[in-house]
């Protein structure tokens, strides 16, 4: 027997489906000035309060997101572990306090605070102080066991070990392990000053640089930095030209290990609150039923995502999929544990996750892979969670701060987009909501996976797409 009804909701589907196909005329334009294939694009545009998309291209198939992929990890830690989720680092004092004097060695252990930086361990010493430390007759133990982090090599994906983006996670890692070095033409129109920050006293640096007359111009201002012994890493030369005309220039790298980076950051701060040390550093693990002297928490989850979306930190995002694998197992927890959390929370809330490769869930893979139906099925469903007012709020916001703080700048799209971008050789990605002129709020996602795409046609097109959806 013929169904009406079904014929007609057959054709309705159609038609949808049809016009979800056609690639908006000022979109198509950019696509074709820089001959980018059909095949190469995934988008969905989806108001979000319907069940049909708006806009769906390739949407079924799965491509690198770079970091665009971050919603994902940071949106699911933040609704498994909550958003007051803080992290803490306790110190355990190893003998008697007499006069101001711990006889004995102090342990810091590390959970895998994703934002304890060089404020962040000043203030926990600062609380040591006051629990009536002030000298350390002994060695700063670090004990980094919370997570089972494998070796690996920090240049293992392109080659470039000193980048901050490449950072191995670690339990007790401090202030992303990172040196802010600052050069400075020297008052002798010879040489050039470093000063760095953090101050790190077991850091050597050979400084090699001459100035050189000419323009502030050219890659690195002429600046090159070699590390002797990459075992170590406790070891920096500078050499190379430095252009005279600069007036200073800033070079962030990570330098050291993970507990010599400690150590030095210790030994530089705690000396700030008057404190000394006698001993160096070892790892070491906490006795069993030994109390801490101290617990010293982090920043609240909803507060630490902010920096990992707005700003796109690789290593923290790596430490939060570490802590989602402490949701359900007993440490020391590993980065497969974090991934199998995260796929059940994807399959109890029927979000599909067949066709999902996940590697460290930053998007610092050449491996990840997720597809746009996924993407915008997860945005659809944070929209409608209770948190969903943190997870918005730790994104990019256009022509205002984060990775699009230069998009549509002074322009009405303004301050209309949470997004957060992806970039890497031959990707380029964004996803997040958009704020239309009609007030309609829709998911946005737009995967481009194709040669030099990060080079500038990838962020046009994306552009081009996110003004048209502002336009609706």
Known sequence: MFNKTLAIALLWAGLASAAAAQVPESVRKVINAYKIPDGAISVLVQNINAEIPLLSINAEVPRNPASSIKLLTTFVALDVLGPNYTWPTKLYALGPIKDGVLDGDLILKGYGNPYLTT??????????????????????????????VPNQDPGAFDRQPDRLYNVVPNAALVNFKAVEF??????????????????????????????????????????????????????????????SACRSYSLHRSVLQPDSYAFGTFQRLWGHWGGSISGGYREG????????????????????????????????????????ATAKFKPPVTKEQGVQVLREYLRENNLDDSDLVLDNGSGLSRTTRIS?????????????????????????????????????RGRPERGRMHLKTGRLDDVAAIAGYVLAASGTTY??????????????????IQNALLKWVHNQ
């Not at 203030?123 to 040591?128: A, F, P, Q, R, T």
């Not at 906490?286 to 930190?313: F, G, M, Q």
């Not at 969670?385 to 256009?398: Q, W």
């Not at 040669?451 to 962020?459: A, F, R, T």
């Open 119 to 148: 404020e962040e361990f000043w203030k926990m010493l600062g609380e040591l102080h006051a629990r009536g430390v002030e000298n350390i007759n002994g060695d700063l133990l670090i004990d980094d066991s919370h997570f089972a």
């Open 182 to 243: 600052q050069f400075f033409p020297s008052g002798n129109g010879k040489n050039v000053d470093i000063r760095t920050q953090p101050e790190l006293p077991n850091l050597k640096i050979t400084n090699q640089l001459r100035t050189k007359k000419g323009k502030c111009r050219g890659f690195q201002f002429g600046i090159n930095m070699d590390v002797p012994d990459r075992k170590t890493a406790n070891h920096v030369v500078f050499s190379g030209a430095f252009p």
């Open 285 to 324: 693990k906490v006795p069993p039923k030994t109390r801490p002297l101290l617990v010293y928490h982090s920043p609240p989850l909803a507060e630490i995502i902010r920096s990992v979306n707005k700003w796109s930190n690789n290593v923290m995002t790596r430490l939060l999929l570490y802590t989602l």
């Open 372 to 408: 746009a139906d996924l993407m915008n099925g997860l945005l659809r469903h944070a929209y409608r969670d209770p948190y969903m007012p943190e997870f918005v709020a730790s994104m990019s916001i256009n022509g205002v701060d984060g990775t699009t703080r230069r998009r549509f």
């Open 443 to 460: 998911s946005v996602v737009v995967l481009l996976n194709h040669n030099n795409v990060h080079k500038g046609s990838g962020i046009e």
